[in-house]
């Protein structure tokens, strides 16, 4: 997914420069991520002595097994950014700082585990629980309901299988559709045209359940919008998603106005 830069350079103050950078990034962007397997930054200048002048052609961040606020794992995160001015006094002092904001393009690998295991996530849970929507108190005699037991399948085409159960005061409604994956304005991921799974479902509760289907969609498609992910100073854009086997292909950009001091 990810490809390397290529090239050889023979100048060693060039090799200090680019080595001092690279260490400096790769400690101050793993520091972002509440755990990761491993983060690394290299940087492409042409010609060497630009360095000095903090005068970057583009670096670029691999990052794998990152995770990003106690509970979202990523497989692999890629960002590969434009020309990038920095303040190489602070390189010295340890830190990075940039001149001017500059871009990135983005690529991001999601598997269908670790899709799964956010369902798990307090951030997502308190959108899924305890929840009050009058279209569910309608069918609840007024008490709140939860969807629980979350689970997604990857399927080719963009489209996924989604699985749960919805919990009533006295019985737990199972739901079973899939539906394609989209996105809107390029930070919101949506699920749209979802299809009922009959054969998964208890005749007895199709009627309930397709209701139930239509309401967990709608919460779906507000529940993943990249905003509430941005770091301080970065936003993220998406510009394609793919399914592939079992994991989930993103790409798109990074505005990147200043380099963050936490995640």
């Not at 500059?102 to 997502?124: G, M, P, R, W």
């Amino acid at each position: 997914m990810f490809g390397s830069f290529t090239g050889s350079n023979s100048n060693p103050t060039s090799d200090w420069g680019e080595d001092l950078i690279n260490s400096v990034a790769s400690n101050t962007l793993r520091h972002l991520f509440t755990r990761s397997d491993s983060v690394e930054v290299k940087v492409r200048c042409q010609p060497p002595s630009k360095l000095l002048q903090g005068s970057i052609d583009s670096f670029k961040m691999q990052g794998r097994g990152i995770v990003i606020r106690r509970d979202f794992r990523t497989e692999e995160i890629s960002f590969e950014t434009d020309a990038v001015a920095l303040d190489f006094a602070s390189v010295l002092q340890g830190k990075i700082s940039l001149r001017q904001p500059t871009q990135a393009i983005a690529l991001i690998k999601l598997t269908e585990s670790d899709i799964n295991t956010a369902f798990s996530a307090q951030l997502v849970r308190q959108r899924l629980e305890n929840l009050t929507d009058e279209r569910l108190t309608n069918l609840s005699g007024g008490e709140p309901v939860s969807f629980t037991a979350i689970k997604l399948q990857l399927l080719p085409a963009n489209r996924v299988k989604l699985q749960a159960l919805a919990n009533f005061p006295n019985r737990a409604i199972p739901i079973s559709f899939s539906c394609a994956l989209g996105l809107a304005k390029r930070r919101r991921i949506t699920y749209d045209d979802p299809e009922f799974i009959a054969a998964d479902i208890p005749a007895d509760c199709h009627d309930l359940a397709k209701i139930l289907m239509g309401i967990l969609v709608d919460i779906f498609n507000e529940m993943v919008d990249l905003d509430r992910f941005d770091l301080d100073g970065v936003t993220l854009r998406l510009n394609r998603l793919e399914t592939e086997g079992e994991t989930l292909n993103f790409s798109g950009y990074a505005q990147i106005e200043r380099i963050p001091r936490t995640g």
